[in-house]
Structure formats: structure tokens, C-alpha cells
């Protein structure tokens, strides 16, 4: 991921099609750190397995581009791809920025916020309103950054929006900023699962508690690392929820040195409460979640529901999304039904693959040089 390997995989439906931005509006947004050699190679620091934070900010693998934008409102669909660093982006106007879906979908009501925080391999989408502005003015998106980030002298900038005089159809663009949106009723529904907003307390089945710290050096979850799994044999489980249960989950961050973005695989969550911000979740996060920010003596709680769809079922990742951490070795499993179905170790065995190197040429999108 470090090295590039890693992008957006945009999905798209008849209800978001209808309601926010698309086409030339519709931007992604994949925001990275790096560190580099004197002679560009990339280097690599993490700080005794603690995290990897760089001092150039890359979007789109670019670092600090400028964006020629429209007077129009634009959807940016923002992912951050760092291996450790996590962002608060603004305007530097300080103009609103309204968040319309985190990372499984839309969100009911669309939120006005000066800033929002995001940590990796969370996504967020959001809408930013150029019409106010004047061609040729510039308008950043900065970085107020994170507690226990490493910052450095420019890691406060993100990117330049400039804007240019407006042409073409519009095709694509929305007149206004909605105070709603429909999603339809979520995957979950089609699947005859519940909604992932219409989840209450009331549903949940079982409560648990998933406490995320650093012990004698390792980085556990409730006491377990990855090598505590691999010797039990892959058996070792934090929870075996049945198809279709409804749960309530409390993620702890019981290190107060650092922060957690938590990924739980499998579901998508609504969270109801923090121990911070009043008990309530913050204006950005009010939509269907699967990465869930766990800042320095922060608790987060979430209510799921184990859809697996027909025929479904078996193990499931919970894992920081710091990588460094992930890589040293906080990640757990959990079931659902049966731990043995869909056994990952020999339910798709590896097979040779005899396909020519050459048997895929690369396509290039129009207007991209070859090579590009």
C-alpha cells in the first residue's frame, strides 16, 4: 500500500445517481503521506512499529496538486491511504463542507461541518460549494491534523481548488445543497436484513467489548494478538454472532498514547454513542460505518447486524487500520454460525496460474498519454 498499491472502487446506484453530484463532479479524493530519499526512492520510518508518518501529502498520488473547479457544487469521494496518518481537512475560507456519506452509503440527513477527522481506510463523501467564488480565486484544503500525528512543516496543506470560469452543460451537477437523502432502504433491506440506520439498542442480542492497547510492546485487542489465533489454530474467536443478529459493540481505546481506526469486516454499523462529544456520535459520522475512530481514551459504540447473505457465514477480521499496528499484531477474528464454513484456509485453495504475462495490455483512459 505504502508503495502505491492501493485505490477507490466507486460504487454507484440508482438513489445517489438522483441526488448528489456525478460525472465531472463526482471527484475522488485518495489522500497519502510519504517520505522520500534524495534520490525519490520512498523511505521508510515506523518509529519502533508505532506508525509511518511522512512529511509530503500526496492526493491522487500528486503531491499538494491544484484542481481547476467550476462555480458548481462538487462531490468529493475522500479516502484516506495513509499507512498511519490521519487528517482533519478545512477550507481555508472557512466556509462549511457538507458531509452526504461515509463508508457504506449515505447518510439520512447531510451535515454542515467546518472539519471532520479521518482516519486510514475510512471514506468519507462530501460536497463543497464553489459557486460563492470568484474565477481565479484560490481555495485550500488544509490539514489541522490529529493528536499524536507526526506533523512537519507542510503537513497542514492537503490541496489548492482554483477556480475558473464556468462552461459546458452541466451535465452532472446539482442546484443545491440537500438537507436529505434516500437511499432506499440500504443493501441490508435487499437482502431482508434491517436498514443499518433503523437499528435500535432494543434489537441487539448480545453487548461486547473490543479494548484496543499497547501491552509489554505488543499491540493487542483484549489482551489477544494475530500469533494468539494462528496458534490456537484459527479457532480462537472474540464472538460468534448467529446470521442475521443484531449486536452492540463498545471499541475502547485503552492506550492513550495513540489512536485506533478500527475495521470490523462484514458489517456495516450505526454508531450511537461516544464518551466524547457529549455521548453522542460526531455531525460526520451519522451514516452507515465499517472503520470507526478511536482516538486516545476514547470508547465508540455501534450497533450491527451479521448479514451474510444466503448461504453465508464463517470468520471475519477486527484489525486497527494503522498498518504498522495491524502488522504487529492487533487483529482478532469472530464467526458468525459455524467457524468452519467458508473455512478461508481451504475453502478457495491456490491454484497455479499459467496465464501469459503479457495477456492483459494496459488500457489508457483518453487524454492520458500512454505510460502515464
Given at each position: 500500500?505504502?508503495?502505491?498499491l492501493?485505490?477507490?472502487?466507486?460504487l454507484?446506484?440508482?438513489y445517489?445517481?438522483?441526488q448528489l453530484?456525478?460525472?465531472?463532479?463526482?471527484?475522488?479524493l485518495?489522500?497519502?503521506?510519504?517520505?522520500?530519499?534524495?534520490?525519490?526512492?520512498?523511505?521508510?520510518?515506523?518509529?519502533?512499529?508505532?506508525?509511518?508518518w511522512?512529511d509530503?501529502?500526496?492526493?491522487?498520488?500528486?503531491?499538494?496538486?491544484?484542481?481547476?473547479?467550476?462555480?458548481?457544487?462538487y462531490?468529493?469521494?475522500?479516502?484516506?491511504?495513509?499507512?498511519s496518518?490521519?487528517?482533519?481537512?478545512t477550507?481555508?475560507?472557512?466556509?462549511?463542507?457538507y458531509?452526504?456519506?461515509?463508508d457504506?452509503?449515505?447518510?439520512?440527513?447531510?451535515?454542515?461541518?467546518?472539519?471532520?477527522?479521518?482516519?486510514?481506510?475510512?471514506?468519507?463523501?462530501?460536497?463543497?460549494?464553489?459557486?460563492k467564488?470568484?474565477?481565479?480565486?484560490l481555495?485550500?484544503?488544509?490539514?489541522?491534523?490529529?493528536?499524536?500525528?507526526?506533523?512537519f512543516a507542510?503537513?497542514?496543506?492537503?490541496?489548492?481548488?482554483?477556480?475558473?470560469?464556468?462552461?459546458g452543460?452541466?451535465?452532472?451537477?446539482?442546484?443545491?445543497?440537500?438537507?436529505?437523502l434516500?437511499?432506499?432502504?440500504?443493501?441490508?433491506?435487499?437482502?431482508?436484513?434491517?436498514?443499518?440506520?433503523?437499528?435500535?439498542?432494543?434489537?441487539?442480542?448480545?453487548?461486547?467489548?473490543?479494548?484496543?492497547?499497547?501491552?509489554?510492546?505488543?499491540w493487542?485487542?483484549?489482551?489477544?494478538?494475530?500469533?494468539?489465533v494462528?496458534?490456537?489454530?484459527?479457532t480462537?474467536?472474540?464472538?460468534?454472532?448467529?446470521?442475521?443478529?443484531v449486536?452492540?459493540w463498545?471499541?475502547?481505546n485503552?492506550?492513550?498514547?495513540w489512536?485506533?481506526?478500527v475495521?470490523?469486516?462484514?458489517?456495516?454499523?450505526k454508531?450511537?454513542?461516544?464518551?466524547?462529544?457529549?455521548?453522542?456520535?460526531?455531525?460526520?459520522e451519522k451514516?452507515?460505518?465499517?472503520?470507526?475512530?478511536?482516538?486516545?481514551?476514547?470508547?465508540?459504540?455501534?450497533?450491527?447486524?451479521?448479514d451474510?447473505?444466503?448461504?453465508?457465514?464463517?470468520?471475519y477480521?477486527?484489525?486497527?487500520?494503522?498498518?504498522v499496528?495491524?502488522?504487529?499484531?492487533?487483529?482478532?477474528?469472530?464467526?458468525?454460525?459455524?467457524?468452519?464454513?467458508?473455512?478461508?484456509i481451504?475453502s478457495?485453495?491456490?491454484?497455479?496460474?499459467t496465464?501469459?504475462?503479457?495477456?492483459f495490455?494496459?488500457?489508457?483512459r483518453?487524454?492520458l498519454?500512454?505510460g502515464?
Amino acid at each position: 500500500m505504502y508503495s502505491g498499491l492501493a485505490a477507490f472502487y466507486p460504487l454507484s446506484d440508482k438513489y445517489e445517481r438522483a441526488q448528489l453530484p456525478q460525472g465531472e463532479f463526482d471527484v475522488p479524493l485518495m489522500i497519502s503521506d510519504a517520505m522520500f530519499n534524495a534520490d525519490g526512492s520512498l523511505a521508510y520510518n515506523d518509529n519502533d512499529v508505532k506508525g509511518l508518518w511522512g512529511d509530503i501529502i500526496m492526493v491522487n498520488g500528486v503531491p499538494w496538486p491544484t484542481m481547476k473547479v467550476k462555480p458548481r457544487i462538487y462531490r468529493f469521494r475522500v479516502l484516506d491511504a495513509s499507512i498511519s496518518r490521519s487528517y482533519r481537512p478545512t477550507l481555508s475560507t472557512g466556509d462549511p463542507i457538507y458531509v452526504v456519506g461515509t463508508d457504506a452509503g449515505m447518510t439520512p440527513k447531510v451535515e454542515a461541518v467546518k472539519s471532520w477527522r479521518q482516519g486510514t481506510a475510512e471514506r468519507y463523501e462530501v460536497l463543497i460549494d464553489f459557486r460563492k467564488y470568484r474565477t481565479g480565486q484560490l481555495i485550500e484544503l488544509r490539514n489541522l491534523s490529529n493528536k499524536n500525528n507526526i506533523d512537519f512543516a507542510n503537513t497542514n496543506k492537503i490541496m489548492r481548488f482554483q477556480v475558473v470560469a464556468d462552461s459546458g452543460s452541466g451535465a452532472g451537477s446539482i442546484s443545491s445543497i440537500p438537507a436529505t437523502l434516500d437511499d432506499g432502504g440500504s443493501v441490508n433491506a435487499s437482502r431482508g436484513g434491517i436498514p443499518t440506520m433503523s437499528l435500535t439498542p432494543a434489537m441487539a442480542k448480545a453487548k461486547r467489548e473490543l479494548k484496543f492497547f499497547r501491552d509489554n510492546g505488543q499491540w493487542t485487542v483484549n489482551g489477544v494478538t494475530w500469533a494468539d489465533v494462528e496458534k490456537s489454530g484459527f479457532t480462537k474467536l472474540f464472538g460468534n454472532p448467529q446470521p442475521f443478529d443484531v449486536e452492540q459493540w463498545t471499541i475502547i481505546n485503552a492506550s492513550g498514547g495513540w489512536f485506533h481506526p478500527v475495521h470490523i469486516h462484514l458489517i456495516d454499523a450505526k454508531i450511537i454513542a461516544r464518551n466524547t462529544n457529549g455521548g453522542l456520535p460526531f455531525a460526520w459520522e451519522k451514516g452507515p460505518k465499517d472503520v470507526f475512530y478511536a482516538g486516545e481514551n476514547e470508547s465508540v459504540t455501534a450497533l450491527m447486524q451479521f448479514d451474510t447473505g444466503t448461504g453465508g457465514g464463517g470468520r471475519y477480521m477486527i484489525h486497527c487500520h494503522n498498518l504498522v499496528h495491524e502488522d504487529h499484531d492487533m487483529m482478532v477474528q469472530f464467526s458468525v454460525g459455524d467457524l468452519r464454513t467458508n473455512d478461508p484456509i481451504t475453502s478457495d485453495p491456490p491454484t497455479l496460474d499459467t496465464t501469459a504475462l503479457d495477456a492483459f495490455p494496459p488500457v489508457y483512459r483518453p487524454g492520458l498519454p500512454a505510460g502515464t
